[in-house]
């Protein structure tokens, strides 16, 4: 008869790993690590095993580089292919030098083939492709972290700018170059490059990568404005590519287009909302026109306008203009205080500017001067009937101002009005603007980067380790973009509002892996042991929503029900 003291219940959790390791599998993202990073053949746990929990690890918990073994230990050890004493390898120590494996594979070749399997997998569509870049902070001083030559390799050199995105100057920085497909916003290459680079030079040797990796030239290349340089347009245009950008404000033919709205009579087009978009307040919430002058290297511009960036962009004059008067009235007040320490015309213009700020373009201000006269006694002493007095005039300033009108209503003309510069002769001004409108989506890709898996600012011993890492952290982000991109279509092919993955059961119309992960978390299974005997698994029943996220991601119940 079986006493209860005898029984015994243990909890291993399961979570999404499931969900996850179908994924890396129809990748081969394991069977590509272990043949591209070496191990010796008496290591314990060899160096691809350990990128792979770590690779999980960063898709599913999204904590710290570090503490790899205690973030593991709750899980079931078979998930990782472990046995349960191989959980101890685990240590910071083995984690730093598998990522230095990681360095000196052929990590390019490593990418390629799982892009390539991700293409052919997925049946992902490279016909139009986004580019992005973005900073990604270290703290550590890293000294070594120069570009010199280790362990027989050019290493990345970690720079401090001023331009930091993270608004960490005071940190070490290296730029990351994401490209992702229209279709899915899946990231199909990324670049690192020394935190000084300037984005504008990293364009055609991205795009010639590209064109390798499509096997042609003939796919419709989009990034922000830095793409918008002679060289990096002309490149692409001449190997036979396609390219859309938007043109930066510092060029001639966009200050020319906005004197011709002014003066001439544009004929635009409507271009009809997108689902979702607008809710009948507006009639149009887009329009787009071709500019009359093409650009000095014979490329097509088209204006686009926008009605909220029309509203924008009055709110922010008028915004600029009050707030520039209140500054400016305040300063008249100082300068009349008797005590007001700005003595000097030069000292007016420093505080004026300062206060004008943004507003300069449509608020001018002059300084007036005033002679002030001033008494003094010639001598010391009590004053009195004979005293003689020295008359000195000090200067005191007085500042007034005017809101220039015509500059006002010039620049109201072309309020919500921005400029795309593309060498497609083909589509039409409408296309174009939704194409580009996508170019939030490898945005989206940057912002999960730094906020759901948290990779800034992080901190290593090695700069040898910086690379590893951040190749680990674009195969988390193919992972999920490939997970989201699954459900989604499911989603859509089926005609659903949406799942009920939100508090209260509310649908969410687009779900994020990140959602559907915490969703999986709490799936365990739970074995009963009588003494040191195994009587049973008893694996956590899967709730309607659970079952549904994974019909839709296309993992089937027996990669779950096996553990029961």
């Not at 960063?58 to 046995?83: K, M, N, S, W």
């Given at each position: 008869?079986?006493?209860?003291?005898?029984?015994?219940?243990?909890?291993?959790?399961?979570?999404?790993?499931?969900?996850?390791?179908?994924?890396?599998?129809?990748?081969?993202?394991?069977?590509?690590?272990?043949?591209?990073?070496?191990?010796?053949?008496?290591?314990?746990?060899?160096?691809?095993?350990?990128?792979?929990?770590?690779?999980?690890?960063?898709?599913?918990?999204?904590?710290?580089?570090?503490?790899?073994?205690?973030?593991?230990?709750?899980?079931?050890?078979?998930?990782?292919?472990?046995?349960?004493?191989?959980?101890?390898?685990?240590?910071?120590?083995?984690?730093?030098?598998?990522?230095?494996?990681?360095?000196?594979?052929?990590?390019?070749?490593?990418?390629?083939?799982?892009?390539?399997?991700?293409?052919?997998?997925f049946h992902l569509d490279l016909a139009e492709l986004h580019n992005d870049s973005t900073s990604i902070t270290f703290t550590g001083e890293y000294p070594e972290a120069d570009g010199r030559w280790m362990r027989g390799k050019p290493t990345v050199a970690l720079r401090r700018s001023v331009a930091n995105k993270d608004h960490r100057p005071d940190l070490k920085q290296v730029l990351w170059n994401l490209t992702v497909t229209f279709d899915g916003a899946v990231p199909v290459?990324?670049?690192?490059?020394?935190?000084?680079?300037?984005?504008?030079?990293?364009?055609?040797?991205?795009?010639?990568?590209?064109?390798?990796?499509?096997?042609?030239?003939?796919?419709?290349?989009?990034a922000d404005c830095k793409l918008c340089t002679e060289a990096a347009m002309l490149h692409i245009h001449g190997k036979g590519g396609r390219f859309l950008t938007i043109l930066p404000e510092s060029r001639k033919e966009e200050g020319w287009f906005r004197e011709h709205v002014r003066t001439n009579e544009v004929v635009w087009a409507d271009v009809p909302p997108e689902s979702g978009e607008g809710k009948g307040e507006v009639p149009v919430l887009w329009r787009t026109a071709e500019s009359p002058l093409r650009s000095k290297e014979g490329f097509r511009i088209v204006w686009v306008w926008s009605w909220e960036k029309q509203v924008r962009d009055q709110a922010f004059r008028q915004t600029a203009i009050l707030r520039a008067t209140k500054h400016l009235e305040e300063l008249e007040k100082k300068l009349q205080r008797p005590r007001c320490r700005i003595h000097t015309r030069e000292g007016v213009v420093q505080a004026a500017e300062r206060a004008v700020g943004s507003a300069g373009r449509w608020l001018g201000?002059?300084?007036?001067?005033?002679?002030?006269?001033?008494?003094?006694?010639?001598?010391?002493?009590?004053?009195?009937?004979?005293?003689?007095?020295?008359?000195?005039?000090?200067?005191?300033?007085?500042?007034?101002?005017?809101?220039?009108?015509?500059?006002v209503a010039a620049d109201s003309a072309s309020d919500g009005m921005f400029p795309l510069i593309t060498n497609d002769e083909k589509l039409a001004g409408g296309e174009l603007l939704k194409r580009y409108k996508t170019q939030a989506r490898v945005e989206k890709r940057h912002q999960q980067l730094k906020t759901v898996y948290r990779v800034a600012p992080v901190f290593l011993k090695k700069a040898t380790r910086v690379e590893g890492l951040l190749t680990?952290?674009?195969?988390?982000?193919?992972?999920?973009?490939?997970?989201?991109?699954?459900?989604?279509?499911?989603?859509?092919?089926?005609?659903?509002?949406?799942?009920?993955?939100?508090?209260?059961?509310?649908?969410?119309?687009?779900?994020?892996?990140?959602?559907?992960?915490?969703?999986?978390?709490?799936?365990?299974?739970?074995?009963l042991r009588e003494k040191e005997k195994h009587v049973r698994n008893f694996l956590t029943e899967l709730t309607p929503v659970q079952k549904e996220i994974l019909r839709l991601a296309g993992v089937p119940l027996e990669a779950y029900t096996r553990y029961a």
């Open positions: 008869m079986t006493r209860p003291e005898d029984l015994s219940l243990t909890h291993e959790t399961l979570g999404a790993v499931p969900l996850v390791d179908h994924f890396l599998d129809r990748l081969h993202i394991d069977e590509f690590l272990e043949e591209a990073v070496r191990s010796s053949s008496l290591m314990e746990l060899p160096y691809a095993r350990t990128l792979g929990i770590f690779l999980r690890n960063f898709i599913l918990d999204r904590g710290p580089v570090y503490a790899l073994e205690e973030r593991t230990a709750p899980f079931a050890p078979e998930l990782f292919r472990l046995a349960l004493e191989e959980i101890r390898l685990l240590n910071d120590d083995r984690a730093g030098r598998a990522l230095e494996a990681l360095f000196d594979a052929d990590r390019a070749s490593l990418l390629n083939r799982v892009v390539i399997q991700a293409v052919r997998e290459r990324c670049q690192i490059h020394d935190g000084n680079t300037e984005d504008s030079t990293t364009h055609i040797e991205n795009w010639e990568a590209l064109r390798l990796l499509v096997g042609s030239p003939n796919f419709l290349y989009v201000y002059e300084i007036r001067e005033e002679a002030v006269p001033r008494f003094t006694q010639e001598r010391r002493g009590r004053p009195g009937k004979d005293t003689r007095y020295r008359r000195e005039d000090r200067a005191r300033f007085h500042v007034g101002w005017t809101v220039r009108e015509d500059v680990l952290y674009f195969l988390a982000l193919l992972v999920q973009a490939l997970i989201e991109r699954e459900v989604r279509q499911g989603m859509a092919k089926e005609k659903l509002a949406g799942l009920p993955i939100y508090p209260e059961k509310r649908l969410a119309k687009a779900p994020t892996t990140n959602r559907m992960l915490e969703v999986l978390g709490p799936v365990m299974v739970s074995h």
